[in-house]
């Protein structure tokens, strides 16, 4: 190659890192910024014991355009994150079979249809009392009626509390909130000029015809193609395919849900439904976790860049007196519906303290009511940011309202100095009363993470003496059959993962026996015991003696050297066999001549 050939790749090739520069790594830079903002805001909320949610919000607006300018292209930023909601509700959805599913029952369907229709209907109605138009109240009205999927189904399951009442029914009902919102989308629409009346029939009967469709799909797919594929010896053998499977689909899910023009979370969550009756739904829930924090923790960030501090602090009265109508609106209504459901008023008083904040599709139904530059839409720019503004307010008081929700009949009570009756349940104690019937309730349990030669005999051992409540955690399929011969509940996952652990009862636990023969897993599993459950015992197969002083140190109770073991047994037989007898007399009955030798 010439050197003018050379100076020609050589511009060629500088043009392209230009042009990369104004795009990917532009818009990684901003990514960067967000989560650094969103590590330091969220760890100072922690520290002051505060969700680490607000502390991502607040990281999005101090770095968004609105204030210090660091980070600019929020739109891009948000519909990326966005998957992360969608990851969230997979994960979730892998936590729910379809009988679970069943369990939330009648109240949840009926509550969050009324609850819909009441808080579109009362946005509206005081909208037009205030002056505004026809369209652009009824574009109010579907904006605060849909609530925060990703910020109550986060906080629930970060409490623990998804198995509650109150967090069942309020699942149930965001579930019906991200159903709605392709009607309400196809209304805002044609109200914005781009629709009629039968257009929106037309498009709501296509949606439900392709959302049959998905879920037919999916069903088969992950019946009937999934368990075939899981089981072929490469992905067995090679960690990452599974992994990058998990991975497919997730996002796979969600991206077809919105190529079909339905809810990706709905989508997402739906399919992780489908995908719960399979052995591998723990590991693939633990395998998406990673992607699922990054991307979550993004979409809150995301979320507090449409916020202008100056904008709000010049029109702080107005802001204010939204966000109380909208979270006292809210509260009663979804309290309302969820008792006149049948829901005692002690729970519905929980969900309606749930639900009481503007979710995030607001966000994207206020873009579409607002139009363009070119094309303007319903609303005005004072309503557009009056509604985001509110909106994030109303995500910033969702975690305390949250913390509320299980003790607020008990608070009311002691602010209206009345005494429980004898036969009427304490509120705080309900939820755990509801979550054993649905949740394993076995304590001292003992794990055995590997299920090979070794770990089915220590199993048979255990069972010898009665011990039975055993968890077997292996990914091999056949080691999982075999713990099923013998009797034992078993888990398809890796070990080594946070999820995996949790999912199997890991806090439940008394003893953690592992049989795996890698020094490095078994240094992973003893930190993440140790880490999570500090007082369980823990026994380690060490393999090599070389790494037994190692695996003592990382924290392992009793460390079983199989080259020690090994010894010691050779040794025993030998000592049990009739050949030493013979081989005593026969070094007696010779001199030793080693000494002479030396």
Same mark, same amino acid.
């Given at each position: ?23 990917m ?23 002051? &014991? ?8 607040a ?11 660091w980070?600019?292209?929020?739109? *891009? ?13 997979? /994960?979730?959805?892998?936590?729910f ?35 505004f ?20 189904v986060?906080?629930?399951n %970060? ?6 009442p109150h967090?069942?029914?309020?699942l149930g009902?965001?579930?019906?909130q ?36 998905f ?16 089981e ?19 996002a ?10 339905l ?12 995908l ?18 990054v ?5 809150? *960030? ?15 009265g107005?802001?204010?007196?939204v966000? /109380?109508?909208?979270?006292a ?14 829901q ?5 008083l ?42 994030? !307010? ?6 305390y309202?949250i ?5 607020? !009949? ?20 309900? +939820?755990?009363? %509801? ?6 309730t ?47 509940? *078993? ?11 949790e999912?199997?009862g890991?806090?439940? *636990?008394?003893?953690?026996i ?5 020094p490095?897993?078994?240094r ?7 880490q999570?459950? +500090? !007082?369980?015992?823990l026994?380690?197969?060490?393999r ?14 009793v ?24 081989? &005593? ?8 001549t ?5």
């Open positions: 190659m010439t050197a003018f050939e050379f100076g020609i790749h050589s511009v060629h090739f500088y043009n392209l890192l230009a042009a990369t520069e104004g795009t790594w532009h818009s990684l830079a901003d990514i960067l910024i967000l989560l650094a903002a969103a590590i330091v805001l969220g760890t100072l909320a922690e520290q002051f &014991r505060q969700s680490a949610i607000l502390g991502y919000i990281a999005g607006t101090l770095v968004g355009p609105n204030l210090l300018g980070v600019s292209d929020r739109q *891009s930023i948000f519909d990326l994150s966005e998957l992360g909601v969608a990851l969230l509700l997979f /994960a979730i959805g892998l936590e079979s379809l009988p679970r599913l069943k369990r939330l029952g009648r109240i949840p369907l009926l509550a969050g249809v009324i609850q819909i229709i009441f808080t579109l209907l009362g946005g509206l109605v005081v909208s037009l009392l205030l002056g138009s026809v369209s652009e109240s009824l574009a109010i009205g579907a904006m605060i009626a849909l609530s925060s999927t990703a910020c109550v986060r906080m629930l %970060d409490r623990a509390e998804l198995d509650a967090g069942r029914t309020a009902i965001l579930l019906v991200d159903m709605a919102v392709i009607p309400l989308m196809l209304i805002i629409t044609a109200l914005v000029g781009k629709g009629s009346a039968g257009e929106i029939a037309i498009q709501l009967s296509v949606s439900l015809l392709l959302a049959i469709v879920v037919a799909v999916f069903y088969g797919l992950f019946n009937f193609v999934l368990p075939r594929l899981l072929l010896s490469s992905l067995r053998r090679n960690r990452d395919f599974p992994i990058l499977l998990a991975m497919v689909m997730a796979g899910s969600a991206w077809a849900a919105h190529r079909l023009g809810s990706p979370a709905l989508g997402a969550f739906v399919a992780g439904v489908l719960a009756i399979s052995p591998f739904a723990t590991q693939i829930r633990a395998d998406v976790q990673p992607l699922k924090t991307l979550v923790t993004l979409f809150f *960030s995301a979320v507090g860049m449409f916020g202008d501090v100056n904008w709000v602090v010049g029109h702080l107005i802001v204010l007196a966000v /109380a109508a909208i979270v609106g809210k509260l009663l209504i979804t309290f309302g519906a969820t008792w006149f459901c049948g005692p008023w002690q729970f519905a929980g969900t309606g303290l749930c639900l009481a904040q503007v979710g995030e599709f607001s966000f994207v139904l206020a873009t579409v009511a607002r139009g363009t530059a070119g094309a303007p839409g319903i609303l005005s720019e004072f309503t557009f940011r009056l509604i985001i503004s509110s909106t994030i !307010a109303t995500l910033l008081l969702t975690p309202l913390q509320l929700a299980p003790g607020a !009949a008990n608070l009311l009570r002691r602010l209206g100095g009345k005494r429980p009756a004898e036969n009427e349940p304490l509120t705080t104690d309900a +939820p755990a009363a %509801d979550l054993n019937s649905h949740r394993e076995d304590d001292d349990l003992v794990l055995i993470l590997g299920f090979g030669p070794a770990g089915q005999r220590v199993a048979g051992e255990l069972l010898q003496v009665g011990l039975k409540k055993i968890v077997v955690i292996d990914l091999n399929h056949e080691n999982l059959q075999m713990a099923e011969q013998y009797g034992l509940r *078993s888990q398809l996952g890796d070990a080594t993962q946070i999820e995996v652990l999912h199997a890991l806090y439940r *636990s008394r003893l953690v592992t049989t795996l023969p890698s490095t897993v078994c992973q599993i003893i930190f993440l015991v140790r999570l459950a +500090p !007082a369980t015992a026994y380690v197969r060490c090599y003696h070389l790494h037994h002083w190692q695996l003592l140190a990382a924290g392992a109770d460390v079983v050297d199989e080259e020690e073991h090994v010894g010691e047994c050779l040794a025993k037989h030998i000592l049990e066999s009739p050949l030493l007898q013979q081989l &005593r007399a026969s070094q007696k009955s010779k001199p030793d080693s000494a002479e030798h030396e």
